[in-house]
């Protein structure tokens, strides 16, 4: 696919997707998602590719979904665009592999809700994050109203989600919604740092570790912990016996791929 607005730089199995839509602040449009579609496609089965990062170029991670294209949605219109994004998101959030936010800007209403769709989230320090949806007389609708109380409790995501108020790095910290703030200078590479951390890990390991934490949030416990044990099990026919053997050896795995540190 031709891509016009999602850029692509992988090394030393990290991949860094900026979303390069500045003139509009990132906003998200069908071809926004026709590109990330495309790409999560490319990049899923590419097992060279061990962790992305997802960033915005300028001075926005993502301002929110684009309102010049869906004010002329009819009804129909509107639940579809809803159920693509949504889709889209969840591609996101079923990747193989690991997903850094790197928050550089504004993340609000589709923006946050593609930074909650990644697996860790890292801000800058100037970085501002909302869900102001009902101030337009509409709701999210890429799935905010799932995964916010999830992830940061009910009465936070409600807070949030009904007076769609804006709030920043640090605020977002104290209620669970980034994992860390670093001055801006320092955003890409602290993620950076980051990508490297999890890639140097093993590769099985690291896709089961996401794979079982996100699939068990929608089990019961026992259920949870029962595929726990399958997919421990399961790495023993796998990279384990070199990590632990590395390990008894004293010395650094050697993991198959190109991953490097």
Known sequence: MDYQILKTEIADGVAVVT??????????NTRFFEEMDSLLGELGPRAEVRVLIIT?????????????????????????FSRWGQKTFRSLELLPQPVIAAVNGFALGGGCELALACDLRIAGAKAKFGQPEVGL???PGYAATQRLPRLIG????????LTGEMIGAEEALRMGLVQKVVEPDRLMPACLELAKTIAAKGP????????VTRRGLL?????GSALESDMFGSLFEGEAAEG???FLEKRAPNWPGPAKT
């Open 19 to 28: 979303i390069s839509r500045p003139q509009a602040l990132n906003a998200l």
């Open 137 to 139: 007389g509409v709701i």
């Open 204 to 211: 099985q390991a690291v896709r089961i570790v996401k794979q």
């Open 219 to 223: 089990m019961d416990f026992e259920a």
């Open 244 to 246: 632990m053997r590395a």
């Open 154 to 161: 009910l009465g936070n995501a409600l807070y949030l989600l």
């Open 56 to 80: 915005g170029e300028g001075k926005a991670f993502v301002a929110g979904a684009d309102i010049a294209e869906m004010v002329r949605k009819t009804r129909d219109e509107g639940r579809e």
